[in-house]
């Protein structure tokens, strides 16, 4: 045990040890928030079907008694810390992170709904829905990066992307055709992104704020100039559901994922699409290989401009799509600055799923969560003022980065332009 | 890859004119000289691309140009039936528009400024005030093709029309100038006040400008990219409207400043969170300092509906704050030019002083250029990336307290204007000097005001500014694109400006 703590670096030991304290924390803090304030025969009913048309099969709804459940998982937590301070999980702690994190979060959840009920697929429904977009913004960042091109663009782009689908469908009184603009014009503001970094060698954060800026000024532009004048221009109608046959009917999954709309859909197949293609195809090869060591690809024949403009290209638009979901997906206009940071919080889910799809996707599902918690917090009165609960999606972003899974390597060549020798 | 950086660290002192051995003397002069040239042309370049937008999104130029010629439909040319022009345009209501010409027997009639609203048809009242007796056979023809002035000039209305009120909302309107001079010098001052205002707003514009754009630059100069203004900003003006409000019966001279240091403080404690992080962690400040301004916005917006709340209001407002704490204002009523102004240019001045003629400053801009070598000479990274963000954000906050000292004397909700994204703008375009940024910060406090003006004037929305603002970053950040619209060559091979660099300190 001891020969294994020297050989691993004093960091790893470091946050290993803080993830143990950690959960030890989580264990506490539920003991403290929630077991005191809560009283003996308590029980928290979970509804388990949608509170709206479904075609998914009733099942019961489930029913926890509040204190006992308490203390079983602010017990576990406490468990896994000490297992955690004394042995460690070794590779399991991102995982275990999950447990403990899930732990704390439907802890909350018995502790709001007691005497109330709390319905469990509305809840996971909405996080699906807010995470989306997260989702979205973190794949384009999956694109740009693996090719070493920091994207911090990617809020501009969904912002423009939004306002376009918003305008354009309106005009075109077509949802597609404001799908396909919105997504266009965010590929062109990927190329403009491309063309700043790799031709003229920019600074990828600044290029990247430019964009950004040019964006918020661009769209607030459009908005105050044509959107809030003219309402009909910011009317564009939404992509309905769509349940999917069979798959729709099965309890809890049915309606959470498969009775979505179609950019969720497309969030998912783009999830597998850059998944399969970034680790199982040669342009996923030379992408990597770009992005950890442009010399050594150019060496071997990789056009590393032309792989990096294409990945920007492309995550410029998937960017978009992510825009367009805010729209088209959801609420049916655009409003000034209705993205809020979701493009950055991408980011940040980009970096806790260290860099791959499913790694970001999860990442994103877990701001999507937290982004759900206020609105169904305020539901239930809970007594935090909803000003902190909407905190919270940006504390957690802030705590992520700061390392608390772990530090993720960025690929290698990360920021810097490429010279041609 | 450690090459690179040595030689990116080269190329920002050599920048700063640290190494005037690095290039030759004439390279060196060519390279000064572009240092002048370069933003003047991206700030024209960027002028004329917004008056393009102006132009191609108004309305009425729009219709001037795109407006197909038609012939309006059969009653007009059935003589039996006597139909009037108003009966027409009720028929067909969206044939005409703003900005159509319509054809009365031979007749050019411009059609502009008669509709209700600008997309749906001629108010009927108007038509009949305008054409009271008007017979069959007219012709509705816009006509960019037949009469292509009619296009040209909407547009160069449009276009003169905006700029006109942006010039005499930021700088005056020369004649009014000259009078009110004209009118002093003959010993009436009367005039003077309402001739100077524009130029007085310009200057408390840009005031708030010039500590944001500090801000950043500081915040470039340690290799840190301080987007976070914004938040800073907010923290500040919180902090110090409280200690502007809370404290009473203290006399000025130590009210005034505990409220300046109040500003600083908050503003400061706020960014030295994200320097910590990102020396301790490597978190990355561009996110961090992104997260903490939503986190402030929400935080500003509970203390401002619940524990800081004005008594007895419905707005989310803050108590006023004591007299003892107010900045002097230094001219009467209407001017509202007051003493921050020249706090700003005291900072200024601390700033290039702090950063070029200080051990702190030169420790600061070592880390800035190279981190790797300054933990190598012995310098504490940590302390200097909690330093330089404690700095920086400390004048984002002293924006905020000048701007609730100086002007406002109370915190509203919508407190900032967006000076999180000027300052990147204005600290770009003044090159990271503190002298450079002052300029940047009166051209964009005279831009901005003037732009309040032409929103009046000419709706256009305030936005633009931002627009202007995102081109500029991009031609100054990007220097060949001007090089290669005005067609000089480089000055010199090595790049221009870098600031910070991908996720990893």
Redesign the interface.
Known sequence: MTAITQVTDPQALRRSRTLGVFFVLVGLAIYILFVRSSAGAQVTVFGMNPGRESQALKIPNVTLPVLPSLYAMAALSVLLGFFQLARGFGRGEGLVLGVAALFLVLSFLTWAGRDKGLNLIGILETALQRATPIALAALSGVLCERSGI?N?AIEGMMLTAACFSALVGSVSRSLWVGLIVAVLISGLLGALLAV?SIR????????G??????S???T???S???LQV?QHLNNPGKFSNLPLPLLARIPIIGPVFFESNLIVYMMFVLLIAIHVLLYYTPWGLRTRAVGEHPRAADTLGVDVFRIRYVNVILGGMVAGLGGTFLVLGSVPRFDELMT??KG?IG??AL?FGKWNPFGAFGASLIFGFTDTFQAKMQILDVPI?S??M??AP??I??IV???VVG?AE?PAA???PYEKQ | ?SA?KAEDSQALVAAEGGLPGGASPRAGRVARRQTLLIPLLAIITALILSGV?IVV?DLEVINAFTRIPRRVAEPFTDPASEISLEEALWRHPPEVVVGDVVAVEGKDLLVVETVEDA?KQISLADARHLYPKLGPGVTIHLNFFQKPTVGLRAAWKSLSVAYSALFEGSVGNPAKIAAAIRAWMAGNPSLLPEAFYPLTESLVTATPYILVGLAVALSFRAGL?N?GAEGQYFMGGLLSVFVGYSLKGLPIYIHLPLTILAGIVGGGLWGAIAGF?KAT????E???T??????AF??S??LL??PMKRPGGFRPITPEIQPSAMLPSLFPSPIRFHAGFFVALACAALVYWLLFKTTIGFELRTVGANPRGARYAGINLTWNFVLAMFLSGGLAGLAAANEIMGLIHYMPNAFSA?YG?DS??LA?LGRSHPVGVVLAALLFGTLRAGATRMQSAA???L?????????I??FI??P??IRAIYRFRAGREA?E????????V
């Not at chain 2, 936005?463 to 081109?471: E, P, V, Y």
């Open positions: 920091v911090i700043m003229f060698k920019v600074n990828q954060i600044i290029s704020t430019a964009i950004n800026i040019l918020i000024g661009g607030s532009f459009i105050s100039k044509f003219y809020a940071g950055f980011l940040a970096i003022p000003q902190f909407r905190m940006y504390l972003t802030m980065l700061a390392g530090r960025p990360e920021g810097q | 890859m690179g937008l999104t997309i990219f987007i992080l962690t490597g978190a990355h561009v996110i961090n992104i997260m903490m301004n939503y986190i929400a935080l917006d509970w509906n619940g967006g994204f990147i703008a770009l709706q256009i929305p936005d633009i500014i931002s627009i202007l603002q995102a081109m970053i991009i950040a990007a060949e694109i790049g400006m870098l600031f910070t660099r991908g996720w990893k």
